[in-house]
């Protein structure tokens, strides 16, 4: 399939899809969609309407070519074949004049084709975290960069591995969300007594941070090295994903009412993991702990020397850092000596503005043979329950 089919194809298919998705969403919480969604979903449907006729067009364009390629292949075979007779009744073309068609056909391809920038979303809980954006200079659209290719890798990260629910905001406006303190637990009371409430509820605000990165080369080595552009755009995103991970982190530790745990003297370091899990269970946001984010240098004091864990159910041919029923997360947004346990889907939820997503300029700097790749995202962490969270001092002053 040529890149422009599928890059209409794409999105087509992803206003669709996102139009579906917030349908059912209202559908499902039994209400009217909002303003913001009605606009959405017209955006999306103006866009499908945009693609339709693009699509239909490339589509054609798409078996004229594999046609004419055929016919070319036949004639080479010494054969003339239906497919041929088809093409040209009154006179076969020979070889070159099948090739320069071929070029013709690429050619008004790319006069043709016009969309406008497009920033594609994605959930940050799995699949692709990167697609190739179009990059326009002029106000009709015409394109520098076309879409394709395979997809990039997901890169490791917090919000992934802890698997955050994640919610989608305009851009780098605040946010606002409800932060659910604790309080006495509900109790048995006689019919027609006064019910005991809940009111410690309060509200916290934020504004997705932008977590950006660009690299310039130069056009020699695009075409010399096939693959470089979409190694750098996989380094790009891990570089990315990284610096996400201390804005985690950083959210958490600076929430007020998350719980704290210092170790005893001499305690081993699983052990302390181990109270800092009981410590969420107790809490009142009555779900286990699923993710421990810990200094890399700290690990082999947690597991030991072998990695096989207090059990010793994970061989040393294996890398599955696993204890307490937890994923061990090792990172350097945390300091070494300290950890964080928590049950991150229970307690926080992540919160996109933009997410990572992939611009090439092949114009702008065309006077000086260069290339952009930026690849950049919108993010935030609210933590909704601070008691979810327990900070860990293995080695307490």
């Given at each position: 399939m040529n890149p422009f089919l599928h890059a209409a194809l794409t999105r087509y298919n992803s206003a669709r899809d996102d139009t579906t998705e917030i349908q059912n969403r209202a559908k499902?919480?039994?209400?009217?969609?909002?303003?913001?969604?009605?606009?959405?979903?017209?955006?999306?449907?103006?866009?499908?309407?945009?693609?339709?006729p693009l699509i239909e067009q490339f589509a054609h364009?798409?078996?004229?070519?594999?046609?004419?390629?055929?016919?070319?292949?036949?004639?080479?075979?010494g054969n003339r074949g239906e497919l041929v007779d088809e093409l040209v009744p009154a006179l076969v073309p020979g070889r070159t004049q099948l090739?320069?068609?071929?070029?013709?056909?690429?050619?008004?391809?790319?006069?043709?084709?016009?969309?406008?920038?497009?920033?594609?979303g994605v959930s940050l809980a799995g699949g692709d975290a990167e697609h190739r954006a179009l990059v326009t200079t002029s106000t009709t659209g015409a394109p520098v960069a076309a879409g394709g290719g395979t997809p990039l890798r997901e890169p490791r990260r917090i919000a992934t591995a802890a698997g955050l629910p994640v919610q989608r905001v305009s851009g780098v406006e605040g946010v606002t969300w409800p932060v659910f303190g604790s309080a006495d637990a509900a109790d048995i009371v006689a019919e027609g007594a006064t019910k005991p409430e809940y009111d410690n509820i309060t509200s916290a605000t934020a504004t997705p941070q932008m977590i950006a990165m660009w690299t310039d080369f130069t056009r020699?080595?695009?075409?010399?090295?096939?693959?470089?552009?979409?190694?750098?755009?996989?380094?790009?995103?891990?570089?990315?994903?990284?610096?996400?991970d201390v804005l985690?982190?950083?959210?958490?530790?600076?929430?007020?009412g998350i719980q704290t745990y210092a170790a005893g003297a001499d305690q081993p370091f699983a052990d302390s993991l181990l109270q800092a899990a009981a410590l969420v269970l107790a809490s009142d946001v009555a779900a286990a702990?699923?993710?421990?984010?810990?200094h890399p240098t700290d690990?082999?004091?947690?597991?030991?020397?072998?990695?096989t864990g207090t059990a010793g159910e994970t061989p040393q041919s294996e890398l599955r850092l696993d204890l307490h029923g937890m994923t061990v997360y090792p990172s350097t947004a945390v300091t070494a000596g300290t950890a964080i346990v928590g049950a991150w889907p229970a307690a926080a939820e992540l919160?996109?503005?933009?997410?990572?997503?992939?611009?090439?300029?092949?114009?702008?700097?065309l006077k000086t043979n260069k290339i952009t790749v930026l690849l950049e995202e919108a993010v935030t962490l609210g933590v909704t329950e601070p008691e979810g969270f327990v900070s860990v001092d293995f080695v307490p002053a």
């Open positions: 499902t919480e039994e209400r009217d969609l909002t303003k913001e969604e009605v606009a959405t979903i017209e955006g999306h449907v103006a866009a499908m309407n945009q693609m339709g364009e798409e078996k004229r070519t594999r046609a004419v390629a055929d016919a070319a292949a036949a004639i080479d075979a090739s320069e068609m071929l070029r013709s056909i690429d050619e008004q391809r790319t006069h043709r084709w016009s969309v406008q920038p497009e920033r594609r020699q080595v695009g075409m010399t090295l096939p693959n470089f552009e979409r190694r750098l755009q996989a380094k790009l995103s891990a570089r990315v994903a990284r610096r996400e985690m982190v950083a959210r958490v530790l600076a929430t007020t702990p699923n993710l421990a984010v810990v690990v082999v004091a947690i597991f030991g020397g072998s990695a919160i996109v503005g933009l997410p990572p997503t992939v611009f090439v300029d092949a114009v702008s700097g």
